[in-house]
């Protein structure tokens, strides 16, 4: 297809400094996967603390008001909250979908039922979108920078036409889904491309921005990028956000014309990754060391800071925590290079680096 030729000619030529980045992000991958094994409590808070802080920034970058609190309190209680307005609607909806995400993103597929799938679901309970949410646009729209205040401060780009964007959109899914199949390009690459060219066509009336993001997080974490729910992607977005709308239309002005470019927007997108990587890693050293621990791991960890040595029998018996756990967090303290081990068999000791 014509359409399909397009995506291939953006990807054509990549820069070096654009590779650099690739290259970096995956050294991270590796880097996290080879890591400690957090336990399941820690990644547990830490998805948690994403949720809330992903779904604060992705609907503040559109203009809600609710800070992390806000949003915090909104779910804490959401059995008997009363959602009376767009900013509280918009909020469930983007919580619960990103939820859904990170806790099924296995066995959810990427495709266009899927996409119309999750716009249904991140506006469900929005009152004002009732009768457009799951179907493509029907009249035109336009993209518009929002300020701190929620207020427009100018349009960005124009869209993809209505009557072209089921066209559009079934061109860029199955394009991407084959891309993606063969290894045809760096799935860094496919994804940048698939989500400067989604926002371009805005294929819905409205929640085109947040769906972005709710869809990064699932392709990513399909890719193998399996921080992403434990640092938010949407948070970074945000604290760079006129870096984010700039990179947009950059790279979305040259659509359509002889020479397609989207090396600005990879840019950004590869480099705000490239962060969030950077941090997931950082999870894993020593200066966070109180984000890994349980409650019970890190009182361990706490007296084995106010000794010079200790065994693990006596590490047990002075924080009353059993000896399988002391076992567990000291092996998981020697993978973190946090302590050393002195002496084998009943005479093992253990002290801090």
């Given amino acids: 297809m014509a359409k399909n030729k397009r995506f291939d000619q953006r990807l054509a030529y990549v820069p070096s400094d654009i590779w650099s980045k690739i290259i970096q992000i995956g050294e991270l991958k590796g880097q996290w996967i080879a890591g400690a094994q957090l336990s399941p409590q820690v990644l547990g808070r830490l998805k948690r603390s994403v949720l809330i802080t992903s779904t604060g920034a992705s609907t503040r970058i559109e203009g809600a008001r609710l800070s992390d609190e806000d949003v915090e309190k909104l779910m804490r209680g959401i059995g008997i909250q009363k959602f009376t307005n767009r900013d509280q609607q918009e909020v469930k909806g983007y919580f619960e979908l990103l939820e ?15 996409i119309k799938h999750f716009h249904k679901e991140l506006l469900k309970y929005v009152e004002k979108d009732t009768l457009h949410r799951g179907d493509y646009k029907k009249t035109e729209n336009k993209v518009e920078m929002i300020d701190a205040t929620g207020k427009s401060v100018g349009v960005l780009f124009d869209t993809t036409p209505a009557y072209l964007t089921p066209k559009e959109m079934q061109e860029l899914v199955e394009w991407t889904q084959e891309a993606l199949v063969e290894k045809r390009y760096h799935p860094l690459l496919i994804v940048g491309n698939f989500l400067v060219e989604f926002l371009q066509i805005h294929p819905f009336q409205d929640g085109n921005g947040r769906l972005s993001r709710v869809l990064t997080n699932l ?36 659509f359509k014309t002889k020479h397609e470019n ?22 894993l050293s020593k200066e966070n060391i109180e984000k890994l621990l349980s409650k019970k791991q890190l009182s361990v960890w ?8 200790a065994t693990p029998g006596e590490i047990a018996k002075k ?20 302590v050393e081990r002195i002496g084998l068999g009943r005479s093992t000791r253990y002290r801090k680096l």
């Fill in 219 to 254: 392709l990513l974490l399909k890719e193998g990028y399996l921080y992403m729910p434990y640092i938010s992607h949407e948070k970074l977005v945000e604290d760079n956000k006129p870096d984010y709308y700039m990179a947009l239309r950059r790279s979305q002005k040259t």
């Fill in 262 to 283: 989207i090396i600005p927007w990879l840019d950004f997108f590869l480099a705000i990754f490239l962060e969030q990587s950077q941090m997931a890693v950082e999870l």
């Fill in 100 to 114: 859904n995400v990170f806790n099924s993103w296995k066995s959810l597929k990427f495709s266009e039922n899927s």
């Fill in 319 to 338: 924080t009353k925590v059993a000896r399988p756990t002391v076992n567990q967090v000291l092996n998981k303290l020697l993978r973190l290079k946090k």
């Fill in 302 to 309: 706490q007296y084995l800071q106010e000794v010079e040595e």
